[in-house]
């Protein structure tokens, strides 16, 4: 079946630490990707996609995110986290010709400690 | 311009009553999707709507769960007869014609059944 995996659930990091989230999907055909991000008590926003060319996405508020086709895998990165990325981050992946209908990874709660 | 606009907020029902969740797109945006988010899980895809059509309900369970997307108005998930096993956030989003595979999330409605 298609799905997309977050291993790590929980992810507690001190602020300046650097960050690394993974995604994988399970899908041998053409993928669009994304992740999203939750702050409490906030809807969804988008911090990054990718449809084609350049592998490393940049993204908003210094995340980037690399994609690897051959590990099917779309981990995202910061440099150096701050305390007000405390969030929960989801990978969401457009397998095919879904429409846009996205399959979302099972998340991943970030806490930063200041 | 506003986002993609829920309500309510939050709902708590009584099991065995009936729960609407309205959902306002973005304006431009005629596609609507709705998702579900259990306690300690992802997003799980329910159905996708275009104005007066239902594309996609793969995601919506058989039973007392209904979608609409009028020509007027707010797309609705009505939700007959809840039981404790619905209660959940319930995420909005709406994507426009030429979409770019991006969508837009609103601050979602969270439903309690008592």
């Known amino acids: 079946a298609q799905s997309v995996s977050q291993h790590n659930h929980h992810v507690i990091l001190s602020e300046a630490a650097s960050l690394e989230l993974g995604c994988n999907y399970s899908?041998?055909?053409?993928?669009?990707l994304f992740w999203y991000v939750q702050y409490p008590g906030q809807h969804l926003q988008l911090l990054l996609k990718?449809?084609?060319?350049?592998?490393l996405v940049k993204g908003i508020k210094g995340f980037e995110a690399e994609f690897i086709k051959s590990k099917f895998s779309f981990n995202l990165r910061k440099p150096s986290v701050q305390w007000s990325d405390t969030a929960e981050y989801f990978c969401?992946?457009?397998?095919?010709?879904?429409?846009?209908?996205?399959?979302f990874g099972g998340g991943t709660r970030l806490m930063v400690k200041p | 311009n506003a986002g993609v606009m829920q309500n309510p907020r939050h709902l708590v029902r009584r099991r065995g009553q009936e729960a609407r969740l309205r959902c306002s797109p973005m304006?431009?945006?005629?596609?609507v999707y709705w998702y579900r988010q259990l306690p300690e899980e992802g997003l799980k895809f329910m159905v996708y709507?275009?104005?007066?059509?239902?594309?996609?309900e793969s995601g919506m369970p058989k039973e007392r769960f209904s979608a609409e997307f009028p020509k007027e108005g707010p797309s609705i998930l009505r939700i007959q007869q809840v039981v404790r096993g619905d209660s959940a956030a319930y995420f909005c989003?709406?994507?426009?014609?030429?979409?770019?595979?991006?969508?837009?999330f609103g601050a979602g409605s969270r439903l309690t059944v008592l």
């Open positions: 989003a709406s994507s426009s014609p030429s979409g770019a595979n991006v969508l837009t």
């Open positions: 899908y041998g055909g053409t993928v669009n």
């Open positions: 990718y449809f084609s060319g350049d592998p």
């Open positions: 969401a992946v457009k397998m095919g010709n879904a429409g846009n209908m996205l399959t």
């Open positions: 304006k431009g945006h005629s596609h």
């Open positions: 709507l275009q104005k007066e059509n239902i594309i996609d």
